[in-house]
């Protein structure tokens, strides 16, 4: 201990100036990062983290400053310096890795120019020498061709490699400090998954000391060997990894543990824990400790006096006023694991009548520019084929879940399905009754009972209308209540959501995401729909809203009898809430099986790859033992045979390659397409895992 | 109303520039509507004995070279100018959002068509158009009005249409679709007050431009004849005299920049206006 660390931060205070007025986004932050240490920093949106990376960049927006306190960087203080003088840290003594890749590469420029454009301002290196440097870069993050590669402009690289020339060019001057501000968000899980191998092997072998800023509690576990919480602007609490997981002492910490769905948690067992209330706003920020509105433990002194940050194991540091009672088992248990709720009652209508709806077939070709385009160049006449022979069931009062990486054409089939999207081919019926393709086309009594959840909570409402006004539509439109009936039904219908009934006179821009999302529910289940097709619906929430907004689901499909067709590109979600699973790739489902024994496998190799991909919030769990090469094929070119064989950890050889493979049928009743039969499957799964 | 009182000092305050604008255009037209009834002279009646005479308190502006009375020609001038191109604009305003709306929100082969008659609409100059119309309509003010909105239909369809292509992709318009609605009553509901701000901006903008156009048509001599009084027009006569007398160019040339800047002003304080609350910026 006695070495000095690399990055000490002591007591820093944050603030953005607005309208004149100072509100301070981080307040009062001390942490420390050694030399080849990884510090964690985990946080909601709105936790400040991103402010407090940006402020030991010291590359704050031009309302944004450094209010107090010192970012020490070996011993230097950057707070202090000006802009020009940054300009000869950032990158060569401080770089950073960010969230989305194609934004932070200039379009314009070659690969191999903008590492090579580093090397020469930080290191002295000129012209060949600098572009040898690059390529040898690339080759450090595994870029099986780095030549290429070099010649290649942005664009033409899929976003997994440009997320590895990013961390090639932040790691190419070897820096002292490096700062990871979600680095893998924006990737699919198996990309993920590979490009924290990436991070785990390079973190190794340099020196550096680096700051993993994420929101995922599963990729910190994996990553991180000491973790900072941070809520509402403050450092909470600051533990090595084992240590915050196992035995966290912020209620936080520990709540927001407990809201992450687990992989085979179902809803039939558990309701999700969840953390009632919101993040409290810059502008009116508590007196006492910033989390004790929302905190089961608060008494007088919490509400009153804000908690210091102080050491209550050596190494682990709370800002609790109440950190013992944590210690002593004070955290109310109900908070952490709720027994699950009786759903049997559902269970029963399974299988027993005709299903609800029924796709038959479905195929969604988008064609690429028009018909000019096609006579000049003869590659634009092949379409993108986004769905491509899908046949799914929906039974009622079930939730079908459909999994699948982004492109794997699993929004387009939910949008199909509502009638957002004209299909190719294929048939959309509802209880026997086959639909017209097109929404404005459907009866309105098919449009009352098939509705839709959106992604994004933002769009998702008018920002014009009421919240009352937006919930109102729908019930006079599809439901044909009169005025003063729909206002009653408003009125339940926020009740039915658990947000309070003055909320029908707000506007959107006065809610958070996850009220918006409930609203958008709510006016889901407007006109009583069959069926509510829920388009990612949690994916842009954070944990603990998630955890809220999916137990929402649950209690109203039980209570109203509503079937769900839920596609998520979250397996543990999905796993969550589903009777059904279904894993969708390149527009072609995969594998299906009852969600019941959905995780015991044996797996369609596909599967099998996104299961161990899903980074776990546990720091002693194995690593990913699968690893898929290479990336999504396009939707363009679908690959001959079994469209997964590019990728396939299991391959076999020319048939999977030449040969569509049949459906195989487990004793358990799991459907999946693949050559290799169930029983060979499962022993070649089992036999890989060394447990 | 009280709602509509709120959102307005919501959003003119903290923007002076805007208020100024707001202020600037409220003179004029308060000017335009009461002034001619104030002034005891004739904006077109001659009278020898005064001419060219500099500001006194009879004549507050001074008089021309025919012995008109300045104050009195910019006032009748200005009430011209604003009828004929706030009618104009409105006009214009409402046909291109009607169409704006429709092609956008339809798209596919309507769209198209439309887009190609108002590209070649848009690379006819706008003075040879004007010229044109004179030729066929003869020139009075309303060649002039209809110039204005057959000029200003295709542009103002064109910012409204790109704003519907953006709207349109939002899951909210979409959940519409779902609900049943209409596509009269999604447009009205839920496409236009999203519009509204851009709406806002370009009417402003197409009113000052319009002035501008109705200023320097008069002044080529095309629209108004003499000796009716119009601000460019005045600027035209004034060329032989402002040597000898400045005001009589002064006062109608300084009018014409004061209400074009004012209307500019305004077009901000009139975005935030339409903006939803909440975010005004």
């Not at chain 1, 080849?36 to 940006?54: A, F, M, N």
């Not at chain 1, 248990?333 to 399974?350: F, W």
């Not at chain 1, 539509?473 to 039915?496: I, N, S």
Request: charged letters at 20%.
């Amino acid at each position: 201990m006695s070495v000095a660390p690399r990055l000490q931060v002591d007591n820093l205070t944050v603030g953005y100036q607005l309208n004149g007025r100072w509100l301070d986004a981080v307040r009062h932050a001390s942490f420390s990062v050694r030399a080849g240490e990884t510090l964690g920093i985990v946080g909601e949106s709105g936790s400040g983290k991103s402010t407090l990376v940006q402020a030991v960049m010291h590359y704050l927006g031009a309302n944004g400053a450094i209010r107090s306190g010192a970012v020490s960087l070996d011993g230097e203080d950057l707070a202090e310096k000006s802009t020009h003088e940054m300009r000869e840290i950032w990158g060569a003594k401080l770089s950073m890795v960010p969230q989305d890749p194609y934004s932070a590469l200039n379009p314009s420029l070659k690969i191999g120019e903008q590492i090579a454009e580093i090397s020469r301002r930080h290191m002295g290196l000129v012209g060949e020498a600098a572009l040898e440097k690059a390529v040898e870069t690339l080759r450090d993050v595994r870029i099986a061709d780095p030549g290429d590669v070099t010649r290649r402009y942005p664009h033409q690289l899929s976003g997994g490699m440009q997320q590895r020339v990013a961390i090639a060019m932040a790691l190419s001057t070897d820096p002292r400090l490096l700062i990871l501000d979600e680095p893998t968000t924006s990737l699919d899980v198996t990309t993920e998954a590979a490009v924290l191998d990436l991070f785990q092997e390079l973190l190794q072998r340099t020196s550096c000391a680096t700051l993993f800023v994420t929101h995922n509690l599963g990729v910190i576990a994996r990553m991180a060997d000491r973790v900072a919480v941070m809520y509402a602007g403050e450092l909470m609490e600051i533990a090595p990894v084992r240590e915050l997981f196992r035995r966290p002492l912020l209620p936080y910490t520990v709540q927001l543990l407990g809201c992450v769905p687990r992989l085979g948690q179902g809803k039939r067992e558990v309701e999700l824990p969840t953390i009632p209330g919101n993040i409290p706003s810059l502008r009116d920020m508590p007196t006492g400790c910033v989390f004790a509105p929302r905190c089961p433990l608060a008494i007088d002194i919490c509400r009153a006096e804000r908690p210091k940050l102080e050491e209550a194991r050596p190494g682990h540091a709370v800002a609790c006023h109440r950190w013992r009672d944590v210690e002593a088992g004070a955290m109310p248990e109900q908070a952490v694991v709720r027994p699950a709720r009786d759903l049997s009652a559902q269970n029963g209508t399974a299988s027993s009548t005709a299903p609800l709806l029924e796709i038959d077939n479905l195929r969604v070709q988008f064609r690429r520019g028009n018909f000019i385009d096609s006579l000049i160049d003869p590659k634009k006449r092949s379409p993108v084929r986004a769905v491509d022979g899908v046949s799914l069931q929906v039974g009622r009062g079930l939730t079908v879940g459909l999994v699948g990486e982004s492109g794997s054409g699993k929004t387009t089939l939910a949008r199909s399905v509502v009638g957002l999207v004209d299909p190719t081919s294929g048939k959309i019926a509802m209880l026997s009754a086959e639909l017209p393709h097109r929404a404005v086309q459907r009866e309105q009594e098919t449009l009352r009972h098939l509705q839709m959840v959106f992604q994004q909570p933002e769009e998702s409402l008018n920002p014009y209308h009421t919240v009352g006004e937006t919930l109102r539509a729908p019930l006079v439109q599809l439901a044909g209540k009169d005025t003063a009936d729909a206002d009653e039904q408003v009125r339940a219908l926020l009740r039915a959501v658990h947000l309070p009934e003055d909320y029908a006179g707000r506007l959107p821009a006065e809610l958070s995401g996850g009220e918006k999302q409930r609203v958008a529910i709510a006016r889901a289940f407007a006109a009583d729909p069959d069926l509510i097709v829920c388009d990612e619906p949690v994916s842009a929430l954070d944990v603990s809203v998630q955890a809220s907004v999916l137990n929402l689901l649950v209690e109203l499909q039980k209570s109203r009898g509503t079937a769900y067709l839920f596609i998520s590109h979250d397996l543990a979600v999905v796993g969550y809430l589903a009777d059904v699973i279904a894993v969708i790739y390149l527009g072609y489902i995969m594998e299906i099986s009852d969600a019941n024994g959905f995780f015991a496998g044996p797996h369609h190799p596909y599967t099998e790859a996104l299961l161990s991909s899903i980074p776990v919030p546990d720091p002693d769990a194995k690593p990913t033992r699968i690893h898929l090469e290479g990336d999504v094929p396009s939707a363009v070119a679908i690959p001959s045979g079994c469209r997964f064989h590019t990728r396939c950890p299991r391959y076999l050889g020319a048939i999977c390659k030449d040969v569509e493979p049949p459906w195989m049928t487990t004793p358990e009743g799991r459907q999946y397409r693949c050559h290799i039969p169930p029983d060979e499957l499962a022993q070649v799964q089992t036999s890989a895992v060394p447990d | 109303m009280l709602r509509f009182v709120r959102r307005f000092r919501l959003a003119f305050r903290g923007a002076p520039l805007a208020t100024a604008g707001a202020v600037g255009v409220a003179f004029f037209l308060f000017v335009a509507l009461i002034g001619p009834f104030l002034t005891p002279y004739d904006p077109v009646v001659n009278s020898f004995s005064e001419r060219l005479q500099p500001a006194s308190a009879l004549h507050i502006m001074g008089t021309d070279n025919f012995g008109r009375d300045i104050l009195a020609r910019v006032m009748y001038g200005g009430r011209n100018m604003l009828v004929l191109t706030g009618s104009a604009t409105t006009v214009a305003v409402a046909v291109g959002l009607a169409v704006g709306l429709l092609i956008g929100y339809t798209g596919g082969w309507l769209d198209e068509i439309v887009m190609r008659v108002f590209d070649s609409l848009l690379a006819l100059p706008a003075l040879m158009l004007t010229l044109l119309l004179t030729r066929s309509l003869g020139p009075n003010r309303f060649t002039l009005l209809v110039a204005i909105v057959v000029l200003y239909i295709p542009i103002v369809a064109r910012v409204i249409r790109s704003v519907v292509l953006d709207l349109k992709t939002k899951s909210y318009i979409e959940a519409a679709v779902l609900g049943g609605q209409s596509r009269f009553r999604i447009l009205a509901r839920e496409v236009l007050p999203g519009v509204l701000p851009a709406l806002a901006v370009e009417a402003s903008l197409r009113f000052s431009y319009a002035i501008f156009l109705v200023a320097s048509l008069s002044y080529l001599g095309i629209g108004v004849s003499r000796p009716e009084p119009d601000w460019g027009l005045m600027v035209f006569e004034a060329r032989d005299w402002y040597a000898l007398a400045p005001w009589v160019l002064f006062w109608p040339a300084v009018s014409i920049v004061f209400l074009v800047v004012s209307v500019n002003l305004l077009s901000d304080g009139l975005r935030r206006f339409f903006q939803y609350s909440g975010s005004t910026p």
